[in-house]
């Protein structure tokens, strides 16, 4: 469960995060980098993405949604059959929080933009 989110923090399970985040399984995944800071290339994710095999991938892309998420990410979600949520990381989260409340919490990735 997310407690909290405001630019550049983010609390989970009642700790605080400072730098970009990934979720995957309940798990949290500090310090995520990406190739390219506001793009999200396939690359940055494929591997979790391969071995976790969510049904859903959810993406905050910052506060005022900076992040672009690139038409590879889009079409691997497109043929591996994965749900995707494009979303500026305030409504991110919140979708993320609704689908843990439906216990979806094993077949969600959620990344985390926490600035721009």
């Known amino acids: 469960m997310i407690n909290h989110y405001?630019?550049?923090?983010?609390?989970?399970n009642?700790?605080?995060y400072t730098s970009d985040i990934i979720i995957c399984c309940g798990n949290v995944i500090?310090?995520?980098?990406?190739?390219?800071?506001?793009k999200l290339h396939?690359?940055?994710?494929?591997?979790l993405l391969e071995k976790s095999k969510p049904k859903i991938l959810i993406v905050g892309?910052?506060?005022?949604?900076?992040?672009?998420?690139?038409?590879?990410?889009?079409?691997?979600?497109?043929?591996?059959?994965?749900?995707?949520?494009?979303?500026?990381?305030?409504?991110?989260v919140n979708l993320?929080?609704?689908?843990?409340s439906e216990n979806k919490i094993q077949e969600t990735v959620f990344c985390a933009h926490l600035t721009c």
């Open 6 to 12: 405001e630019f550049g923090k983010i609390i989970v």
């Open 14 to 16: 009642n700790k605080i």
């Open 30 to 38: 500090p310090n995520w980098w990406r190739k390219e800071g506001h």
């Open 42 to 47: 396939l690359s940055d994710i494929k591997d």
């Open 61 to 92: 892309c910052g506060a005022n949604s900076v992040m672009e998420v690139l038409d590879e990410v889009k079409n691997y979600c497109l043929s591996h059959n994965i749900t995707l949520y494009s979303l500026n990381t305030y409504d991110a």
């Open 96 to 100: 993320y929080n609704k689908l843990v």
